[in-house]
């Protein structure tokens, strides 16, 4: 063989090389695991100019190996509505959870609540990590109360319309990326 041939033989068994062992270096070790598929957690307060004392706490996630089903979702969210020391409180199991960008919609059923005929409901709730202008929606915004709302679907909510008080907002939303 020539020169020129040996060297081009050499040459692209090197490249071979190198290209085979960044393939197995990119490869996650089966101890590894990968980020979760979605996720939405944190605490805020809602705005209100009538002084009302309105937070949301969320805790909400979807396991990597169940991101083709985000109604796989675990955790918890709770919320409290309170104005002249009347108000409710609820706290849910969370049933589904979709992520796109920043904007979380997270659905779950209230296991305890003292709000009566509240216990049992399905309620969503919406949120966009927005930085320090974070925003809130929920699935109640149109009847007034999660008691009044038959039979909601898994992950609905309403647009995030609610400002979150400033200072307030520490959400954090993981997006959500099918594989499609």
Request: overall charge positive.
């Amino acid at each position: 063989m020539n020169r020129r041939t040996k060297t081009a033989l050499l040459g692209s068994a090197l490249l071979l090389t190198v290209a085979a062992a960044a393939g197995s270096a990119g490869a996650a070790a089966p101890h590894e695991s990968k980020r979760e598929a979605a996720s939405l957690t944190g605490k805020a307060k809602l705005y209100r100019s009538d002084g009302d004392d309105i937070t949301f706490a969320f805790d909400a996630h979807l396991a990597a190996k169940d991101t083709a089903d985000p109604m796989k979702a675990t955790g918890t969210f709770e919320y409290s509505h309170y104005l002249n020391g009347k108000g409710a409180w609820a706290k849910a199991k969370v049933d589904c959870l979709v992520t796109g960008g920043k904007v979380a919609v997270v659905s779950g059923v209230i296991t305890s609540t003292d709000l009566p005929g509240a216990k049992g409901k399905r309620v969503g709730i919406t949120v966009h990590d927005a930085g320090h202008r974070d925003r809130l929606g929920y699935s109640w915004a149109t009847t007034g109360t999660p008691v009044a709302t038959k039979d909601l679907p898994k992950c609905v909510s309403s647009a995030p319309f609610e400002k979150v008080e400033k200072g307030t907002g520490d959400f954090s939303v993981t997006p959500w990326q099918p594989e499609l």
